[in-house]
């Protein structure tokens, strides 16, 4: 899994309440014109400037980003967790393909163009999540009382990932949503003794607190819950957690003795 963090069910009444009850902010998501070209010299001019960032009227912000192969736009609107990341060919600006981050995650098509702009290439980042983004928003915000979509950038850390290492048999489709406490939740904060000392603690990756959400991106159950300063205690965790409750439903006498 991308994100070092398998029981498939699906529960249709249970997904259907979610969609019914979550109305996503679109006006967060910047959109796309495959038919615009990059003004080359415009970009250039502006690469060498500011760091490379461009903000327009609105406050939406571009950053320009020079690679290899094109040229990069990143343009989010003002306190979106959404970005929109954009490829242009090198040569005469056209529109090359791209695609939505939601916080770390590909969501939606991603498209590729010729330069002809034809399509070529149209990846669907959702089809292994029946759980999908918009119900996560709306399950952390109903049962932890965080708006993922609103609380961009008024954090000191928060993020959503998610991934599967489909080569491993004990892994299956699954979000993390970290975000720091707040200080009146740090008033009351013990790092969870599930994880205390289990593993060295690692210096160079030391975090404030967090809390980690793990959430099964098919069923959309909280598959453990948990608030730490140790992130990689946390994941080692999780994945045996998840290794012991798979070789428990295949057969109980293999259960290892973690």
């Known amino acids: 899994m991308y994100l070092p963090i398998s029981r498939f069910f699906i529960y249709p009444l249970f997904f259907l309440g979610f969609l019914l009850t979550y109305a ?13 070209k990059l003004d080359i010299q415009w970009f250039k001019e502006n690469r060498s400037q500011n760091n490379g960032v461009v903000y327009l009227e609105d406050s939406t912000k571009i950053k320009l980003i020079w690679q290899p192969d094109f040229y990069r736009e990143d343009i989010r609107k003002k306190n979106s967790p959404y970005k929109l990341m954009k490829f242009y060919d090198k040569k005469i600006g056209i529109y090359q393909g791209g695609g939505i981050y939601f916080y770390s995650c590909r969501i939606g098509n991603w498209k590729d163009y010729d ?8 990846q669907n980042y959702d089809q ?15 049962e932890y009382h965080v708006d993922l979509e609103k609380e961009y950038g008024k954090r000191e850390y928060i993020d959503v990932r998610r991934g599967w290492d489909k080569k491993n048999p004990y892994d299956y489709p699954a979000y993390v949503v970290v975000y720091t406490l707040t200080p009146e939740e740090l008033k009351n904060y013990h790092p969870d003794p599930r994880v205390g000392g289990s593993l060295p603690v690692n210096n ?19 598959e453990l819950d948990m608030a730490s300063d140790e992130y990689y205690a946390i994941a080692e965790y999780y994945k045996n957690k998840i290794q012991r409750e798979k070789i428990t439903e295949n057969s109980p006498s293999q259960v290892p003795n973690y």
């Open 115 to 122: 330069i002809n702009n034809e399509l070529i290439n149209n």
């Open 204 to 222: 160079y990756y030391y975090n404030t607190p967090r809390r980690y959400i793990f959430i099964d991106g098919r069923t959309g159950k909280t």
């Open 128 to 142: 292994d999540y029946p759980f999908t983004y918009t119900q996560v928003i709306d399950k952390i915000k109903k």
């Open 24 to 36: 996503q902010d679109v006006s967060l998501i910047p959109t796309v014109d495959t038919l615009q």
